[in-house]
């Protein structure tokens, strides 16, 4: 047999000794209108509310049963149901929270109750009654812009993000109208250049929250609204935007060097520090790319237990191309901060994944 | 004329376009070094005339308007041309990018990107999101990674380029499903085109694969269809690898080391080709309907999409129901393929459990071993075959 058939029945081999394992995960059905709801989403999350990742930790689908199975490790989860529906003269969303969220697994399958779901739009977010709405009209340099994406957020704390209940995108003359019902809203624009309804505004990307914020309807009312306009995001407002929350200065940080199997610097990686041990879903804390000589530092708010690894992207799945690493100095590549001092980490090793 | 056009003759003394943002009309001539990033705005328009040099040390961001003809773009590991939801009014037609951690990034939209030579670059050109880019008569040379590299659901046109010894792949598709990929030639590459993961179900007609380690590689639940392409010199010519179902028809596979090597769950549909003087027409490698059955899933749910970035598990975006094979009886299906000249007289009066010199299968080596247990290994199903050629190449 061949060097490379050897390799294959030890990939073979580690393949099945992983999936042999004591498996853990959630287990339950989804209904609407009480009937079994098939191929519907069930997502999981790390974090509940405003903290959740715009994507979910895991993801699983109903079977015609309305029923799901999902593998996740042992920790707690927030479960959140959706299915959407089109064609056929139906265009709605179907969703709902688990009510006793956080779901526990610790052994085995955690059976959850069935969990009905709920249509977006009358029983869900923002409710829509046929009567009231709002309209308006977006500019960009005193001249209509068409096709950007407006967002209704039901609150007025963070207009990022994917917490908006409703998303409507402009006509060729920059004209909307946001189908609602009476009560308060936050509105905010962006037009991206590559086109895109969600991300983080690049530099160029135009961008604005709605001035007349909030928006009070009364039931029955169709307000338009004052004309608005948006401006580019520029660069100084991208670095002072990451310059807040996760990215924030402080006198407690990780520093070090990412390099390659060849000892040769590299640059353009991000480093990510996490309380969680699984180190997935969002960081706790991220540092800038890499500088040419594969430098970084990763400010932390204080000192306690981190776990670090390095990516050349932010979030998804890994991808080919990607470089990627971890801190290895322990195996569970975990490192302990001090607060108001610095922490050398010496050299990670990213290597390339396809 | 409207355009207010500004012109650089720099012929000689390097000037350093300082990091700036090009918000209206621009034109270049001559040589021009870029040290700081610069951005062509939404608004913007540059063009680069002829002959000129762009010497880049930083990269250059287009969401505006970028037309270059006959234009050399080089630097030492610079980051490269970034065309971010540019339309076909943004165009690179006969211009040379160098040295470049990615020579052009693509992010949406639909530049024209025509008779480029993309050559020593870490990443000669990658297409994302959405892109509607047309990459066509172009050559990928010597690029450390990938010639091209499409992904995030690119629906792109490739068509008559070469893509000639890239360090690791011609060009890479993922995730993507190109509109069009058709009259490209794939020579001297480790492998020539990877195509991977689950909706990367794009139809690779009429290419050419010579002289390359593995031709074209199917992996992760890729279903491609490979029709009419020529596949000659390979060591391996087509691979099938972790439950890729491929429809591979009318292809000509001539002179490889092994034309068709399947593995790992992996169920093609191979009709209508033409295997001319391969080493091995067909071989079957940890391949058995039996493990699949009890194992497969299992072995996805950890293997496919079971690993985050760093070691824990990650989301399924791929249900097993979508990915899962159907219809498994034990067998490869390779019916109705003309296996060549001396080979198909050979088969006269031959019954279909015969054992065929060019197929390695289950009739050869009936079983591997798992994990103590053993699995049989799948038959290939090639009764009937085809009595005359399929090809026009071989029916000449």
């Known amino acids: 047999m061949t060097v490379f058939c050897r390799l294959l029945t030890l990939a073979l081999l580690l393949f099945v000794q992983a999936c042999t394992s004591g498996e853990t995960g959630v287990e339950g059905q989804l209904l609407f209108e009480q009937e079994p709801l098939s191929q519907a989403r069930v997502e999981f999350y790390l974090k509940s509310g405003n903290e959740r990742s715009s994507s979910p930790f895991s993801v699983a689908t109903t079977d015609i049963s309305g029923a799901f199975r999902a593998a996740l490790p042992a920790g707690e989860y927030y479960l959140v149901g959706k299915k959407k529906e089109q064609g056929g003269g139906v265009n709605r969303m179907l969703m709902a929270e688990y009510p006793q969220n956080p779901v526990v697994v610790q052994k085995g399958y955690t059976a959850i109750k069935t969990l009905p779901l709920k249509e977006v739009g009358f029983e869900g977010a923002i409710s829509v009654d046929g009567k009231t709405s709002a309209s308006g009209q977006l500019l960009f340099a005193g001249e209509p812009l068409a096709d950007a994406f407006i967002y209704v957020y039901t609150r007025g704390d963070a207009l990022t993000g994917p917490a908006y209940g409703q998303v409507v995108r402009a006509d060729e003359q920059g004209r909307f109208t946001l189908k609602l019902s009476a009560g308060h809203y936050w509105l905010a624009a962006r037009k991206r250049n590559d086109g895109s309804r969600v991300g983080n505004p690049e530099a160029g990307d135009l961008n604005g929250e709605y001035p007349g914020n909030p928006l009070v309807l009364k039931s029955g009312e169709q307000r338009q609204l004052e004309l608005w306009t948006l401006a580019p995001v520029t660069s100084a407002a991208k670095q002072r935007r990451l310059a807040e929350g996760q990215f924030t200065k402080t006198r407690t940080w990780l520093s070090g060097r990412v390099i390659d199997e060849e000892q040769t610097p590299v640059s353009g990686i991000y480093l990510f520090a996490y309380r969680d041990s699984r180190m997935i879903g969002k960081p706790n804390f991220i540092s800038s790319p890499t500088t040419v000589d594969g430098q970084f530092k990763i400010y932390l708010e204080k000192g306690g237990e981190f776990f670090v690894g390095a990516r050349s992207t932010f979030g998804g799945t890994l991808e080919p191309g990607e470089w990627v690493g971890t801190y290895d100095e322990r195996s569970d590549h975990r490192i302990e901060a001090r607060l108001n001092e610095a922490t050398d980490l010496g050299d990670i090793l990213v290597r390339e994944v396809w | ?396």
């Open chain 2, 1 to 396: 004329m409207r355009f207010l056009l500004i012109f650089f003759l720099l012929l000689i003394i390097p000037t350093g376009a300082a990091a700036r943002v090009i918000d209206g009309p621009e034109r270049w001539q001559g040589e021009i070094r870029i040290t700081e990033s610069l951005r062509v705005a939404k608004e913007g328009r540059l063009i680069i005339a002829p002959g000129s040099r762009v010497l880049a040390e930083a990269g250059i961001e287009i969401a505006g308007e970028l037309q270059a003809t006959d234009v050399e773009f080089s630097g030492r590991n610079w980051p490269g041309l970034i065309l971010k939801g540019t339309s076909s009014q943004t165009w690179l037609k006969n211009c040379r990018i160098t040295g470049a951690q990615t020579g052009i990034t693509v992010i949406g939209g639909a530049p024209q990107l025509t008779e480029l030579l993309v050559a020593d670059n870490r990443i000669g050109i990658e297409l994302r999101q959405k892109s509607r880019a047309r990459i066509e008569n172009s050559v990928f040379r010597n690029n450390s990674r990938v010639g091209l590299f499409i992904k995030d659901e690119v629906t792109s046109v490739v068509s008559g380029n070469r893509f000639e010894q890239q360090g690791k792949f011609g060009a890479y598709v993922y995730r993507a499903l190109p509109q069009q990929f058709t009259k490209n030639l794939f020579i001297d590459n480790p492998t020539g085109l990877m195509i991977s993961h689950f909706g990367s179900d794009l139809l690779v007609k009429d290419n050419d694969f010579r002289n390359n380690k593995i031709g074209i590689k199917v992996d992760r639940s890729a279903r491609p269809k490979i029709v009419a392409n020529r596949i000659e010199e390979n060591q391996s010519g087509i691979e099938l690898y972790r439950r890729s179902d491929p429809l591979i028809e009318l292809n000509l596979l001539k002179g490889n080391s092994r034309a068709i090597h399947v593995s790992f769950s992996s169920y093609p549909r191979i009709r209508h080709n033409d295997f001319v003087s391969n080493q091995r027409a067909l071989i079957l490698e940890f391949q058995s309907s039996q493990w699949e059955e009890q194992k497969g899933a299992g072995a996805r749910q950890q293997q496919i999409s079971g690993q985050g970035a760093f070691g824990g598990r990650k989301q399924n975006k791929v249900t097993e129901q979508q990915r899962g094979a159907r219809g498994l009886d034990g067998t490869v299906d390779a019916r109705e393929n003309w296996w060549g000249e001396q080979e198909t007289a050979a088969l006269q009066g031959l019954g279909p459990a015969a054992n065929l010199a060019w197929i390695d299968d289950g009739r050869d080596q009936p079983s591997f071993e798992e994990d103590g247990r053993s699995y049989p290994l799948d038959l290939v199903r090639w009764s009937p075959f085809g009595l005359q050629p399929y090809t026009p190449e071989v029916l000449k």
